[in-house]
């Protein structure tokens, strides 16, 4: 399988059980709206990045995706409630996500609060009662998400960000602590609880560690060149955000032309981490393919 149609499957795969996951039943019929606004969110599309880090890391460590469904479902469901979040007037104020109306424009803000908060618990109900995972495992995993999820993780990177609007000092060491909450938090959970499900060693987990936190922060920063450079029909969100939001960026600090320079670097090195990994091609072109959204 080449790597576009192992992405492909990956993707199609996931869709397929977040369903499962979330389907309405006897004890949850009555709940239909709260469970639509959570799948509308859930498959608004994009190409399920942190569930495919759960699947290829699991599998470069010598294990079955399989195994790892539960986890790269929890951090697609962890991932899209962070994004009907983010979306609210409250916080970044998104009319758009993926070319289709935020959740709480099709639903209310009410609504889409309320599907945010089920989509963050109703990851740790489906890890815990996977029955191909050890108890062992299911703690590890649990432990690995909730933290990267919290305070010192993506929610709290959300808030750094939310401050540094209010801030005229940020510099490159404050965007990376905040990057590596927002951003970089979820993507090592992914990496990390791929290996687990393998069974992996407590050296190849860091060493997935340290890929992951490089390759959060070039995603980051590529990001913030594609908020300037790119547009809303090809994002599927608006653009020029950033710059309405008084937000100081790896593009504000060093322009699009060295932010893209910093953002290959970091790649680089993400890269140099892989080589600790057997089964690593796959995830090697799917960094590669990371990098190049901004070329």
């Known amino acids: 399988?080449?790597?576009?149609?192992?992405?492909?499957?990956?993707?199609?795969?996931?869709?397929?059980?977040?369903?499962?996951?979330?389907?309405?039943?006897?004890?949850?019929?009555?709940?239909?709206?709260?469970?639509?606004?959570?799948?509308?969110?859930?498959?608004?599309?994009?190409?399920?990045?942190?569930?495919?880090?759960?699947?290829?890391?699991?599998?470069?460590?010598?294990?079955?995706?399989?195994?790892?469904?539960?986890?790269?479902?929890?951090?697609?469901?962890?991932?899209?409630?962070?994004?009907i979040h983010d979306d609210l007037p409250a916080m970044d104020n998104d009319d758009f996500r993926r070319g289709k109306p935020s959740c709480h424009k099709k639903f209310g803000e009410a609504e889409a609060i309320l599907a945010g908060d089920a989509l963050a618990l109703l990851?740790?109900?489906i890890i815990s009662g996977d029955e191909n995972l050890s108890a062992d495992e299911k703690v590890k995993i649990i432990s690995v998400l909730s933290k990267a999820s919290g305070?010192?993780?993506?929610?709290?990177?959300q808030m750094i960000d939310m401050e540094n609007e209010r801030r005229s000092d940020v510099?490159?060491?404050?965007?990376?602590?905040?990057?590596?909450g927002k951003t970089g938090a979820l993507i090592m959970a992914s990496c990390v609880m791929g290996c687990i499900c393998a069974g992996a060693d407590e050296f190849h987990i860091k060493k997935a560690e340290e890929y992951a936190y490089k390759l959060g922060l070039a995603f980051q920063i590529i990001d913030d060149i594609l908020d300037v450079t790119s547009t809303?029909?090809?994002?599927?969100?608006?653009?020029?955000?950033?710059?309405?939001?008084?937000k100081t960026t790896f593009v504000?600090?060093?322009?699009?032309?060295?932010?893209?320079?910093?953002?290959?670097?970091?790649?680089?090195?993400?890269?140099?981490?892989?080589?600790?990994?057997?089964?690593?091609?796959?995830?090697?072109?799917?960094?590669?393919?990371?990098?190049?959204r901004s070329f």
């Open 252 to 292: 504000t600090l060093y322009g699009v032309e060295k932010a893209k320079q910093i953002a290959l670097k970091i790649t680089n090195q993400a890269l140099e981490m892989l080589e600790n990994f057997e089964n690593n091609e796959f995830l090697k072109e799917l960094t590669d393919m990371l990098l190049k």
């Open 1 to 83: 399988m080449n790597f576009n149609d192992k992405m492909k499957f990956y993707a199609e795969y996931t869709q397929k059980k977040l369903k499962e996951y979330n389907c309405p039943d006897s004890d949850t019929e009555k709940q239909k709206t709260l469970i639509d606004a959570m799948n509308y969110s859930l498959e608004a599309g994009g190409k399920r990045i942190r569930p495919v880090l759960v699947y290829s890391f699991c599998e470069a460590c010598g294990g079955d995706y399989k195994k790892a469904t539960a986890p790269a479902c929890a951090i697609e469901m962890i991932h899209t409630f962070s994004l």
């Open 232 to 246: 809303s029909d090809i994002l599927g969100k608006p653009v020029g955000s950033d710059e309405q939001e008084n």
């Open 123 to 125: 990851p740790f109900e």
């Open 171 to 180: 510099d490159e060491d404050n965007l990376i602590n905040m990057y590596r």
């Open 151 to 157: 305070k010192s993780g993506m929610v709290g990177g």
